[in-house]
């Protein structure tokens, strides 16, 4: 069965750093983009980057520009995310979700606190 699982959440301080990963099974990895988002209490669901099924092309929202890298290993089923210079801001569930044409899949997420 398809699964996403990602892991690599936890607390940090502001200004330090995470890499989140997302590891795929069940279908096949390399056909698919891969997104990040995130949903922090009582937002909504925010895009914070994509890239495409070749690790080609990455798109950022506005707000962790700069900051954040999302990148992929089709080798290995896996997508990254890797947050540098976190503010409390970007406390949130973070979720993995892979799209083609007709089809797509979540993660369940995993919790990043940015806290002192």
């Known amino acids: 069965q398809v699964q996403l699982v990602e892991s690599g959440g936890g607390l940090v301080q502001p200004g330090g750093s995470l890499r989140l990963s997302c590891a795929a099974s069940?279908?096949?990895?390399?056909?698919?983009?891969m997104s990040w988002y995130r949903q922090a209490p009582g937002k909504e669901r925010e895009l914070v980057a994509t890239v495409t099924s070749d690790g080609g092309t990455t798109n950022y929202a506005d707000s962790v520009k700069g900051r954040f890298t999302i990148s992929r290993r089709n080798a290995k089923n896996t997508v990254y995310l890797q947050m540098n210079s976190l503010k409390p801001e970007d406390t949130a569930q973070y979720l993995c979700?892979?799209?083609?044409?007709?089809?797509?899949?979540w993660g369940q997420g995993t919790q990043v606190t940015v806290s002192a």
């Open positions: 069940g279908f096949t990895f390399s056909d698919y983009a």
């Open positions: 979700y892979a799209k083609r044409w007709g089809r797509n899949y």
